[in-house]
């Protein structure tokens, strides 16, 4: 897929050293770089989902125990 996206000067020039640095295009700079910025979101929404029950002040498996009781 094609993308056009718009650059401040400074970073067109930041990313065209790192390309060259890399000895890699500007495109592989930039799909190597919205990848790592994916996985780092991925896993911080991850992370973020495992605490949900932080902070609660109660045993989560006690509170699943007593939700059941009510079950008929």
Request: net charge positive; proline share 3%.
């Amino acid at each position: 897929m094609r993308t056009i996206i718009q650059l401040p000067d400074e970073q067109a020039e930041q990313l065209a050293e790192v390309s060259r640095d890399q000895g890699i295009s500007r495109s592989e700079t930039v799909r190597r770089a919205l990848a790592r910025y994916l996985e780092e979101h991925r896993r911080r929404r991850q992370e973020d989902a495992f605490g949900m029950w932080r902070g609660r002040g109660e045993d989560g498996l006690a509170y699943e125990r007593q939700l059941r009781k009510e079950w008929p």
